[in-house]
């Protein structure tokens, strides 16, 4: 896949993979291309269709984590935080995407599994 770089789940998880063998320049180059995807809202990448997917904020969480919290980003850090706090369903799961309307989170799918999952690893992990 040669666009992977246009996708935001997928440079979040190459910069965990460089994090992992030590290579933290090279996390840290993939975290500031991410960090361009953030409209103010979510993450608009390739994959953007007008819903903004939650667990891409989740991830984001965990690589902010996984790099000590840097000064650049702590502004989407708290974002996404405010973001899946508006998401949690009445059954308490995440639900899985969500468009803003006039600076209002709308919440759009349903709580799945995997998307609370990632969420709660987020949040939790890394401590």
């Known amino acids: 896949m040669d666009d992977w770089q246009e996708y935001?789940?997928?440079?979040?998880?190459?910069a965990l993979s460089d994090l992992l063998v030590g290579n933290e320049t090279g996390a840290f180059t993939m975290y500031?291309?991410?960090?361009?995807?953030w409209d103010g809202y979510g993450f608009r990448d390739k994959a953007f269709s007008g819903v903004y997917q939650t667990y891409k904020c989740a991830l984001?969480?965990?690589?902010y984590k996984s790099l000590g919290m840097p000064k650049e980003g702590r502004h989407v850090y708290e974002a996404c935080i405010q973001i899946i706090s508006e998401l949690q369903a009445d059954n308490g799961g995440i639900i899985t995407g969500y468009r803003v309307v006039d600076g209002n989170v709308v919440p759009v799918g349903d709580a799945n599994t995997e998307t609370t999952s990632?969420?709660?690893i987020s949040l939790l992990g890394n401590r």
């Open 8 to 14: 935001a789940d997928l440079l979040a998880y190459g």
């Open 32 to 37: 500031l291309r991410l960090l361009k995807m």
């Open 60 to 63: 984001f969480i965990y690589l």
């Open 118 to 120: 990632i969420v709660a």
